[in-house]
């Protein structure tokens, strides 16, 4: 599958881009490279093979989940310029 020139100016156009022809011809390319990339990945036998997540068959280290931070809350609501039953007051904002 190629595409042509009248094709890159229709897309230009749709997307509001002003491509001289310099532009034009760069993009021809690049697409019609993409489009042949694709055509002969599909060409490929790919009977038995099993999809991946991810390239690499690797596992994340995880590390225990446990708490390193102190209750800090009181600290914090006595810097709040106006608390109240544990909860920082704003002004309304919203009528």
Same mark, same amino acid.
């Given at each position: 599958?190629a595409?042509?020139?009248k #094709?890159?100016?229709n897309? *230009?156009h749709? +997307?509001r881009l002003?491509l001289n022809t310099?532009e034009?011809a760069? +993009?021809? =390319?690049?697409?019609?490279?993409?489009?042949m990339m694709?055509?002969e990945? &599909?060409a490929l036998d790919?009977? =038995?093979v099993?999809p991946? *997540?991810?390239a690499?068959?690797?596992?994340? &280290?995880? &590390?225990? #989940?446990v708490?390193?931070?102190t #209750?800090? &809350?009181a *600290?914090l609501?006595?810097?709040?310029?106006?608390a109240a039953? =544990?909860?920082?007051l704003?002004?309304?904002?919203?009528e």
């Amino acid at each position: 599958m190629a595409i042509e020139l009248k #094709d890159i100016e229709n897309i *230009a156009h749709l +997307a509001r881009l002003q491509l001289n022809t310099a532009e034009k011809a760069e +993009a021809l =390319g690049s697409i019609n490279n993409i489009l042949m990339m694709i055509d002969e990945m &599909r060409a490929l036998d790919t009977a =038995g093979v099993e999809p991946l *997540a991810h390239a690499f068959e690797a596992s994340q &280290r995880l &590390r225990e #989940d446990v708490v390193t931070e102190t #209750d800090q &809350r009181a *600290a914090l609501l006595a810097l709040a310029p106006n608390a109240a039953e =544990g909860l920082f007051l704003v002004p309304k904002v919203l009528e």
